[in-house]
T-cell receptor
Framework: ELKVEQNPLFLSMQEGKNYTIYCNYS?????LYWYRQDPGKSLESLFV?????AVKQEGRLMASLDTKARLSTLHITAAVHDLSATYFC??????????FGTGTSLTVIP | DAEITQSPRHKITETGRQVTLACHQT?????MFWYRQDLGHGLRLIHY???????NKGEVSDGYSVSRSNTEDLPLTLESAASSQTSVYFC?????????????FGPGTRLTVL
């Protein structure tokens, strides 16, 4: 069974600072997805990473995938309050079934 | 605009009752999925379907069933609701599993079993 671990589970950071969220998974996959969830809301797709070395950037967020290390990172640059949310990574298999991490709850403090 | 909707958005039921949660998508996606979200567990896959008349069990399928009679809908049925099934349920869909397409999620249904 595919296991997905995210860390940290909770992250409190000051505005303007940089930080990285890590997503490790247990079996081979080259399909990695990042989502954002605001409190009481649905999941919003942020990034789709489909090959080793893939890097995607959108605004202050950048995601990367290292399939050999079974690791994806979500890097936050110069955090702003609007980035406060819970971030999930999910690993996909060839059947497009997703296995989610437990999420990282990010709070950006002014 | 294409979308995925769920109903009801909130439901309170009693132990032992049968409950059906609706999911409807207008993306014309072949693949549809049901997840439950619980604190400390992230999202876990309940059932999924790759097309009409196709259904498959996910990692937490006990006590749940689905049927797929058309492309747009995948209703989730709790045969005999239990308190352990109190959760937030999300439906999702995707276009092409071979390409690794992302899944698009509905707004969720909050179910409470008393």
């Amino acid at each position: 069974e595919l296991k997905v671990e995210q860390n940290p589970l909770f992250l409190s950071m000051q505005e303007g600072k940089n930080y990285t969220i890590y997503c490790n998974y247990s079996t081979t996959s080259d399909r990695l997805y990042w989502y954002r969830q605001d409190p009481g809301k649905s999941l919003e797709s942020l990034f789709v990473l489909l090959s080793n070395g893939a890097v995607k950037q959108e605004g202050r967020l950048m995601a990367s995938l290292d399939t050999k290390a079974r690791l994806s990172t979500l890097h936050i640059t110069a955090a702003v309050h609007d980035l406060s949310a819970t971030y999930f990574c999910a690993v996909g298999n060839t059947g497009n079934q997703f296995y989610f991490g437990t999420g990282t709850s990010l709070t950006v403090i002014p | 605009d294409a979308e995925i909707t769920q109903s009801p958005r909130h439901k309170i039921t009693e132990t032992g009752r049968q409950v059906t949660l609706a999911c409807h998508q207008t993306w014309n996606h072949n693949n549809m999925f049901w997840y439950r979200q619980d604190l400390g567990h992230g999202l876990r896959l309940i059932h999924y379907s790759y097309g009409v008349q196709d259904t498959n069990k996910g990692e937490v399928s006990d006590g749940y069933s689905v049927s797929r009679s058309n492309t747009e809908d995948l209703p989730l049925t709790l045969e005999s609701a239990a308190s352990s099934q109190t959760s937030v349920y999300f439906c999702a869909s995707s276009a092409d599993r071979g390409r690794g397409d992302t899944q698009y999620f509905g707004p969720g249904t909050r179910l409470t079993v008393l």
